[in-house]
C-alpha cells in the first residue's frame, strides 16, 4: 500500500509542479491546491497505514492492545486542510480581483515592470491622494478580503 | 437562476440544518462533531438559501453581518482561553465544571471555545460565499 | 509569572477582535492598535528583564505537558525578536495613522496588521515545529491581503507572485515536518533536538534539512529564491512594506538560526560551504540589483535581500561571535532599514513620485528629511559611529577567525557596494538640482508630520544610540548566541532535566 500512494504522491507532486509553470494563474492555483494535498498525503503515508484499527486503549491499561495508527499526523492533515482551505479561498478571490483588473488569466500579460519612467508608480501614488481627497467614496465589495 | 425545488427545499431544510448543526457542536467536545463541521453546516444552510434566493436574501435571513460573526466567534473563544488564566494556569487550560449538565455532559471551557469555532468558522464560510456570489 | 508568555500572543489577539467589532469606526481602531502595540512592547520588555534574571523561561498551552502539547518558550534571542517586533509595530501603527486612507482603513488594515503583529509573535515564540507552520500561515494570510489592499494593477502582480512562491514553501515546510515526524516521532524542537543526538545522521535527515532549509529560505528571501520580494515590495502602502521587511523576512533568519542551532547543528556545519555561498551570493545579488534602480521603493527592496545575506553570514560562519552579530545585525536593521523606508514614503507623499531621475534639490526645502534619510542610510551602509558598524564588524571578525575569507571578502565589498547605492540615492534625492519638469511639492498638515516623521526620528535615534552604546545590547547578543549554541538548556528548560 506504500507503494502505491508513494507513487500517487509523486504523481500529485509532479502534477502541481507542472501547473505551476504554466502561465495561466487559474492552473497556477489548482497546482498549489494539489501540492498542499501531495503534502498532506506524504504525511499520511509517514503516519504508517494500518486497517481499521482505531487508536483505542482499553478502560485498564496505558496502551493500544494491538498495533494502531498513529493519530497526530491525521491531526496534523486536518490542521492543513484547513489552513489550506483558508488559503485557497483567498487565492481564488485574488485571482477573481486580478481578472477582473487586467481582464486575462495569462500572467505575462500582467507585466508591469517595463512601462518607461515611473508611470506605474506615479500613477498610483497620485491615485492614493485622490482616492483620500474624496473620502467616504464606496469601498464595498472587499469584504471577501478580510 | 431560479429553482423552485430548492427554494421550498430549502424553507424546510435550513431549521432542520441549523439543529443539525448544533447537534455537532454540543456533541463535540468527546464525540466526532464539534465546532468546525457545525459551523460548515451552518454555512452550507445559508449557501443553499443564497443560491435558491440570491446573496440579498440570505445575508437578510442571516440578520447578522458574517464579519460580526466572525468577530464574536474570536472573542468567545478567546475568553475561553482568558478565563483559567484568572485561576492562574496556563491560556487555554479546560476548566470543567463538576456538576453534570443535561444533554451536554460535562460542561466546561472547550465548549465555549468550541462554540467560538462555530460561530467563527459559519461567518467566515459566509463570507467568502457571499462576497463570491455578490461580485458575479 | 510563566504566564507572561502568554501575553504577545493575547495582546493582538484580543486588539483584533476589538478592531473587528469596531469595525466602521476609524478613530476606535486606530486607538486600539496604537494601545495594543505600546501593550506589546511593555509586555515583550518586561519578558526580556525576565528571561535575563531567570534564564529561560517556557509555558505549556492548555496545561498539557510537553512534549505532547504547544510549548512556548521565550529563551533571551526570542525575547530580543520580540521587543523588536513590539517597537516595530508601534512605529509603523503610528506611521499609518497619517499614511492610510480611508479606503484601506474601512477594509480592515488596522485588525489585519494585528494578526500579523500576531503570527510574528507566535512564530518567535513556538517551541514546537508544527505549530510555527501554522503561525507563518497565520501570517501569511494576513500579509497576503494587506499586500493586496488597494486592488491596483500593479499590486496584483505582485501579489500573486508573493502568494505563488509563500505557498510553495509552506507546502515544502510541511512536506519537511511530516518527513520528521516520520524519522523522530515528535514535533516539540526540544525532543527533536534530544531525538536528533540520538539518531544517525544519514539517509533522510539530510534530506529534511535541505527542505527546511528552502522552505524558511523562500520566506527569508536568500539568494537562489528571492524574486518574490522586489516584485512585491514596491506596490503595497509604505506603512506595510516597513513592516513586511522589518519582521517577516526576519522571521525566516529567526527561523533558520533556531532550527539550524537547536536541531540540525551537525547539518548546519555539513552545509557551512553553502550556506556561506548562499549568504555571499544574496548579498552581492541584492546589491548589484540596487545600484541598477532607479525607483527608490525598489532599490531599497534589493537592499532589504543584501541585508539578508549579512544575516545569513552568522549561521554560517557559525561560532558564537558571528551568531551574536547576526543577531545584533538583526535588531539593527530592524531600525535603520525602517527609518529608511518610512522616510521614503514621505518623500513619496511630498513629490508624488519615488523615481530618483524626476527628484531633487530636496534638500533646500526639506533639511531635516534629508538627515533623516542619510543617518540611517549610512548606518545600513555601516559606517562607524552608527549601529550597521558594529553588527558588521562582529561578523567580519567572527569570519576571520573562523578562517573564511571569501565571505568576509563579499561582505567587506558589499558595504562599499551599499555605502555607494544609497549615498547615491541620496544625491540624486536631496543634492541633485531639482528637474525643471518636476512636479509642484505637496506640503502636509502639522499633524500628519509629526505622526509621519515622528516614527522615523525614533528609529533613526534608536540606531544612532544603538551605535554610540553598543556594550549593553551587544552583550545581550552574546549571551544570546551563547544560549543558541549550547541547546541543553533549552531543552532542559522546556523537558526538565534529562535522566
Not at chain 2, 460573526?69 to 475568553?79: D, Y
Not at chain 3, 552579530?325 to 532599514?337: D, R, Y
Not at chain 3, 562599499?416 to 506640503?443: C, G
Amino acid at each position: 500500500m506504500e507503494a502505491v500512494l508513494a507513487v500517487v504522491i509523486g504523481g500529485l507532486y509532479a502534477a502541481g509542479m507542472y501547473l505551476m509553470v504554466r502561465r495561466s494563474i487559474v492552473k497556477m492555483i489548482f497546482g498549489l491546491a494539489l501540492l498542499g494535498n501531495a503534502a498532506n498525503l506524504l504525511i499520511f503515508t509517514v503516519g504508517r497505514l494500518v486497517r481499521g484499527r482505531p487508536p483505542h486503549i482499553p478502560a485498564d491499561g496505558v496502551l493500544p492492545s494491538i498495533p494502531t495508527a498513529d493519530p497526530v499526523p491525521q491531526a496534523l492533515i486536518l490542521t492543513a486542510i484547513v489552513i489550506g482551505f483558508g488559503v485557497q479561498a483567498f487565492a481564488l478571490v485574488l485571482i477573481k480581483r486580478v481578472y477582473q483588473t487586467v481582464g486575462s488569466d495569462d500572467q505575462d500579460e500582467m507585466v508591469t515592470e517595463n512601462q518607461g519612467q515611473g508611470s506605474g508608480v506615479k500613477g498610483q501614488e497620485s491615485q492614493r491622494q485622490e482616492q483620500e481627497q474624496g473620502q467616504g467614496s464606496g469601498v464595498k465589495g472587499q469584504g471577501g478580503e478580510a | 437562476m431560479h429553482s423552485i425545488i430548492l427554494a421550498t427545499a430549502i424553507r424546510l431544510l435550513l431549521p432542520l440544518m441549523l439543529l443539525f448543526s448544533l447537534f455537532l457542536l454540543l456533541r463535540g467536545h468527546n464525540e466526532p462533531g464539534g465546532g468546525f463541521v457545525g459551523g460548515l453546516v451552518v454555512a452550507a444552510a445559508f449557501a443553499l438559501y443564497t443560491l435558491a434566493h440570491g446573496a440579498h436574501e440570505g445575508r437578510r435571513m442571516l440578520r447578522i453581518d458574517p464579519l460580526r460573526l466572525v468577530a464574536i466567534g474570536l472573542l468567545i473563544a478567546l475568553c475561553s482561553g482568558l478565563l483559567p488564566l484568572l485561576a492562574g494556569l496556563p491560556f487555554l487550560t479546560g476548566l470543567w465544571s463538576s456538576l453534570p449538565a443535561p444533554v451536554i455532559g460535562h460542561a466546561g471551557t472547550p465548549l465555549l471555545f468550541d462554540l467560538g469555532v462555530y460561530l467563527l468558522v459559519a461567518g467566515m464560510a459566509l463570507l467568502i460565499i457571499f462576497t463570491l456570489m455578490e461580485e458575479s | 509569572m510563566k504566564n507572561l508568555l502568554f501575553f504577545p500572543l493575547i495582546i493582538p489577539l484580543a486588539a483584533a477582535v476589538l478592531g473587528l467589532l469596531a469595525w466602521n469606526q476609524r478613530k476606535l481602531q486606530r486607538w486600539i492598535g496604537i494601545g495594543a502595540t505600546a501593550l506589546l512592547t511593555l509586555v515583550s520588555g518586561i519578558l526580556l528583564v525576565q528571561v535575563q534574571q531567570h534564564g529561560i523561561i517556557t509555558a505549556q498551552a492548555g496545561n498539557w505537558p510537553a512534549p505532547f502539547g504547544i510549548t512556548l518558550v521565550a529563551d533571551l534571542f526570542s525575547s530580543l525578536m520580540l521587543v523588536g517586533t513590539g517597537i516595530m509595530g508601534l512605529c509603523v501603527t503610528v506611521y499609518s495613522l497619517a499614511d492610510t486612507d480611508q479606503h484601506q482603513e474601512s477594509v480592515g488594515y488596522h485588525p489585519l496588521l494585528q494578526v500579523l503583529l500576531l503570527g510574528v509573535c507566535g512564530s518567535f515564540l513556538t517551541g514546537d515545529l508544527f505549530n510555527l507552520y501554522v503561525w507563518f500561515e497565520v501570517m501569511l494570510i494576513a500579509s497576503f491581503v494587506l499586500l493586496a489592499l488597494g486592488g491596483q494593477r500593479e499590486q496584483m502582480e505582485g501579489a500573486i507572485k508573493y502568494v505563488a512562491l509563500n505557498l510553495i514553501a509552506s507546502a515544502l515546510l510541511l512536506a519537511g515536518i511530516g518527513l520528521l515526524y516520520g524519522v523522530t516521532g515528535t514535533l516539540n524542537m526540544a525532543h527533536l533536538a534530544l531525538r536528533m543526538q540520538e539518531l544517525d545522521h544519514t539517509g533522510t535527515i539530510p534530506v529534511i534539512a535541505a527542505l527546511l532549509f528552502c522552505a524558511f529560505s523562500i520566506k527569508a528571501a536568500v539568494f537562489p529564491f528571492y524574486f518574490w520580494l522586489p516584485a512585491s515590495y514596491h506596490t503595497p502602502p509604505i506603512a506595510v512594506v516597513t513592516i513586511f521587511s522589518a519582521l517577516l523576512s526576519k522571521v525566516g533568519i529567526y527561523v533558520l538560526i533556531r532550527v539550524f542551532t537547536l536541531i540540525f547543528p551537525q547539518e548546519a556545519l555539513a552545509g557551512q560551504p553553502l550556506i556561506l555561498l548562499a549568504a555571499g551570493l544574496t548579498m552581492l545579488f541584492g546589491a548589484l540589483g540596487a545600484v541598477a534602480q532607479p525607483e527608490l521603493r525598489r532599490l531599497l527592496a534589493f537592499c532589504v535581500i543584501s541585508q539578508i545575506g549579512y544575516l545569513l553570514m552568522g549561521l554560517g560562519v557559525f561560532t558564537s561571535l558571528a551568531l551574536a552579530g547576526s543577531i545584533f545585525f538583526m535588531l539593527h536593521i530592524m531600525a535603520a532599514k525602517s527609518a529608511l523606508f518610512l522616510v521614503t514614503g514621505v518623500v513619496a507623499r511630498k513629490a508624488g513620485t519615488s523615481w530618483l531621475p524626476e527628484l531633487g534639490g530636496l534638500y533646500q526645502r526639506f533639511p531635516l528629511l534629508a538627515v533623516l534619510f542619510l543617518l540611517p542610510a549610512l548606518s545600513v551602509a555601516g559606517i562607524p559611529p552608527l549601529s550597521g558598524f558594529w553588527g558588521k564588524l562582529a561578523l567580519v571578525q567572527a569570519g576571520l577567525q573562523a578562517e573564511q575569507y571569501l565571505i568576509v571578502a563579499a561582505a567587506l565589498g558589499v558595504s562599499v557596494l551599499t555605502l555607494y547605492y544609497l549615498v547615491h540615492a541620496w544625491i540624486q534625492l536631496f543634492w541633485k538640482p531639482r528637474p525643471a519638469d518636476a512636479a509642484e511639492l505637496r506640503s502636509l498638515t502639522p499633524q500628519r508630520r509629526r505622526q509621519l516623521l515622528g516614527p522615523a526620528l525614533g528609529l533613526t535615534l534608536v540606531s544612532v544610540l544603538l551605535g554610540l552604546l553598543p556594550e549593553p545590547l551587544f552583550r545581550l547578543c552574546s549571551a544570546a548566541a551563547e544560549q543558541l549554541l549550547q541547546p541543553q538548556s533549552y531543552i532542559e528548560a522546556v523537558l526538565g532535566v534529562i535522566r
